[in-house]
């Protein structure tokens, strides 16, 4: 491997674009060596200005390529187990958007096939990780500052939703940043879900029940819950409330100016996650790169992706039945203890 991570973006949509930029402007030990779209005129147009990048159509393309020696994947989740696989193949290092794949059953092949390999080398995009306040809060829950963690409240609100996001988009592409948050918080495995449909507002789509109540329990007993509003319309607010023996820890509320002037008070609400998250990102991609140069992981494992896809299933058929949803997890692989 180069001194300089030679990355392939596969996917030059909103997510893979930014993860473009972020690679060449902010990012060190890194470089874009290729972008890879389906639409060719886009993958032209996401190196414009990146001196040595090329524009490939084939993620097979990339993978041959011996200018590539790491692969960033923000394609749709339901394009990722074919590319995996085929990386891991290539053993070169991985950063793959959540999800790993959309179901459990896929994503444990790729935990097989990584276990098989013998050593990490797939990262998953959950970057709430890298925020600041998150990292706070996991800190005081493992230092124990405050007693024993006993629950946790979660607010996930979005101004609004895209065309044909469907009831279980909510859980698989919105409550899934919970479920990992709940898990790297705790340290643990989360065991049942169950999911309430209260009274909804009429800003929702048709077929939509939003806003909707998650209930979940992990190993040790505690309890969390998520508040999950995807038409809140007043902007994109995520925000966590923990309940110590000794305390309570909130992060993830309003920051920022707080003016008072012309007998009003107020300051600003996020408009949407790439400005509440985005130096999160930055954390996120540096601590791969960083790693990967020394062969080792930055972050979330496929183990972690695993994980969430099965807690996602639960969530979806909670949602769907009303019931206590139980977890299922195979049995952790050595290489994720």
């Not at 991609?285 to 930055?298: M, R, S």
Request: charged share 20%.
């Amino acid at each position: 491997m180069s001194p300089t991570l030679r990355v392939a973006v596969i996917g030059a949509g909103r997510m893979g674009a930014d993860h473009i930029q972020r690679l060449h402007h902010r990012i060190s030990g890194a470089e874009v060596a290729a972008v890879v779209d389906i639409d060719e005129a886009r993958a032209n147009a996401a190196i414009a200005g990146i001196e040595g990048a090329v524009a490939l159509t084939d993620a097979q393309a990339a993978l041959d390529s011996p200018d590539v020696d790491a692969l960033l994947i923000a394609t749709p989740g339901f394009l990722h187990h074919d590319i995996l696989l085929k990386a891991l193949e290539r053993d070169i290092p991985i950063l793959c958007e959540k999800p790993l794949t959309p179901d459990a059953a896929s994503s444990w092949e790729i935990v097989q096939a990584e276990a098989k390999l013998g050593r990490k080398r797939i990262q998953v995009g959950f970057m709430r990780r890298y925020d600041a306040e998150y990292a706070q809060l996991r800190a005081l829950v493992a230092g124990g500052e405050l007693g024993e963690l006993l629950m946790l409240h979660h607010q996930h609100r979005n101004p609004d939703t895209p065309a044909g996001f469907t009831n279980e988009m909510l859980i698989n592409d919105s409550v899934v940043h919970e479920f990992d948050a709940i898990r790297f918080f705790t340290n643990e495995e989360i065991t049942s879900v169950q999911v309430r449909l209260g009274k909804a507002t009429k800003n929702a789509p048709a077929g939509q029940h939003d806003p909707q109540h998650v209930l979940i329990e992990t190993e040790s007993g505690v309890l969390a819950d998520v508040e999950i509003y995807v038409n809140a319309l007043f902007g994109y607010e995520v925000a966590t409330q923990a309940s110590f023996e000794t305390g309570i820890v909130s992060i993830g509320n309003d920051s920022g100016p707080y003016v008072r002037t012309a007998g009003k008070w107020g300051g600003n609400v996020t408009p949407g996650f790439e400005e509440r998250f985005g130096a999160a990102y930055d954390t996120e991609i540096q601590a791969w790169v960083d790693a990967a140069a020394k062969g080792e992981l930055g972050g979330p494992s496929a183990w972690d992706g695993y994980a969430t896809a099965a807690c996602c299933e639960a969530g979806v058929e909670a949602q769907r039945t009303g019931q206590k949803v139980a977890v299922k997890l195979n049995a952790k692989p050595s290489l994720y203890s």
